[in-house]
C-alpha cells in the first residue's frame, strides 16, 4: 500500500477548497453604527437622459452620524459633470442632509418630518438588510408622477460599495455605481 506525503502546499490547497465548500455564516444585519463616519470617492454615472453624457464621472462625500433617539442623520455631497460642453463638463455640486428616527420595526428608519407624500410631496425611509444600509426617497410631482431614488451602501472589505438608482414612473434615468473609503470617525 502506498503511504501519502502531504507538503504543506496541499495542506493549504485542501483546506482552501474545505473553506470554499463550507456555507458562509448567516450575517446578522450590522448595527447603524457600524456605517458612521465620513467617507470619500467616486462614481461612474449612465444615463438615458441625455446622448451627450451617457456615462459621466461623480465624486461623492458621504457623512453618517448618530442622530437623536437611536437615529442617524446622513449628509451626502456629489460632484456631477452631465451638463455644458461635453468635452469639458460643468462641474455642479450637489448635497443632501437628511435625518432618520428609528420605526417600530428592527433596522428600519422614517426621515424625520416624513408626512403623506402627497401633501409633502416627498416621503424617504431606510433601512439595513446584512451589510447594506439602503435610503428611499420617494417624490411626487406635478399630477401625481412619481420619482424614486434608491441609494444602496454596502460595507465590504474595501470601504463601502455605492449603488444608486433613479426611476421615473417606473422607467430606469440614472444609475451609478462606485467606491468609498472612511477617511474620519
Known sequence: MRQLSWAPRDILAGLLVILLQVPAASAADLNIAAFHGQWRGSAVSSSNVSIYFEITERDMDVKIAPYQ???????????????????????????????FLPTDKPAQWRAVGAGDPVDTGQYAWAGIQKKTLTIYSMAIGEGGAYEMQIYRRTLSGRGMTLEFNRVDEGKPKRSAKGQLIKYAK
Do not use: C, H, L
Request: proline share 6%; aromatic share 6%; glycine share 10%.
Open 69 to 99: 433617539q437611536g437615529g442617524f442623520e446622513i449628509t451626502w455631497s456629489t460632484v456631477q459633470r452631465q451638463k455644458g460642453d461635453p468635452d469639458n463638463p460643468t462641474e455642479v455640486m450637489k448635497s443632501t442632509t437628511m435625518a
